[in-house]
């Protein structure tokens, strides 16, 4: 069965450094995305950043990284030089099998 | 990018009433959508999956003759939430995908649609 887990339920963190967002998986499948989606208090589903099983080279894009570390099974996002408007939940989220399922999120705050 | 719209934003009704959702697919033609449901400060649990002209999918614990879901056209599914009760309440999110299979940026999410039943 996969299984995605997002240990915390809140993280705060200053204005203009970095923060990392835990998140490990389970899964039998041996090929699966990974995925991070911020969603603001509007509700919508934002897209952040995606890391295929397969892929080599940790995903970037933009302030977003994804530090893939396989064999540990943990995909966690590292946003860089956080700003305000980073203050949002986010999810990680797997695919595989041709569903996808989400963690329980992790509410970041940005401090000014 | 892709756009995934929803109808309606948000809706009341009373207890014992049904509610339609609509979730289009504005500018490609998803194969699969996807029906999400979200309770307060909670995560994304996955409702049902809905490929084009075949039966949905749904997952384990979700009535399927309470959520009735329609994917008519490779642009349009429609999930009826049948004689809706407060527990019902909830904020539904759908998204559609090109593929059914993993790949980058497959599922396009819609705004989601926050139901109240009183």
């Known amino acids: 069965a996969q299984k995605i887990t997002q240990t915390q339920p809140g993280m705060f963190v200053q204005e203009k450094e970095a923060v990392t967002l835990d998140c490990t998986y389970d899964?039998?499948?041996?090929?699966?995305?990974l995925f991070w989606y911020k969603q603001p208090s509007s509700g919508e589903m934002i897209f952040l950043i995606y890391q295929g099983s397969y892929d080599e080279q940790n995903a970037t894009e933009g302030r977003y990284s994804l530090n893939f570390q396989k064999a540990r099974k943990s995909a966690n996002l590292v946003i860089s030089a956080s700003q305000l408007g980073d203050s949002a939940m986010y999810f990680c989220a797997m695919e595989g099998a041709f569903k996808t399922i989400f963690g329980a999120g992790t509410r970041l705050f940005v401090k000014a | 990018g892709a756009v995934v719209s929803q109808h309606p934003s948000w809706v009341i009704c009373k207890s014992g009433t049904s509610v339609k959702i609509e979730c289009r697919s504005l500018?490609?033609?998803?194969?699969?959508m996807f029906w999400y449901r979200q309770f307060p400060k909670q995560s994304l649990m996955l409702m049902a999956t809905?490929?084009?002209?075949?039966?949905?999918?749904?997952e384990q614990g979700v009535e399927k003759d309470k959520f009735l879901i329609n994917h008519a056209s490779l642009t349009l599914s429609t999930l009826t939430v049948t004689s809706a009760h407060p527990e019902d309440s909830s904020f539904y999110i759908c998204?559609?995908?090109?593929?059914?299979?993993?790949?980058?940026?497959?599922?396009?999410f819609g705004p989601g649609t926050r139901l109240l039943v009183l």
């Open positions: 500018d490609f033609q998803a194969t699969t």
């Open positions: 998204s559609a995908s090109t593929s059914g299979g993993p790949a980058q940026e497959t599922q396009y």
């Open positions: 899964t039998s499948d041996q090929s699966y995305g």
């Open positions: 809905s490929n084009e002209g075949s039966k949905a999918t749904y």
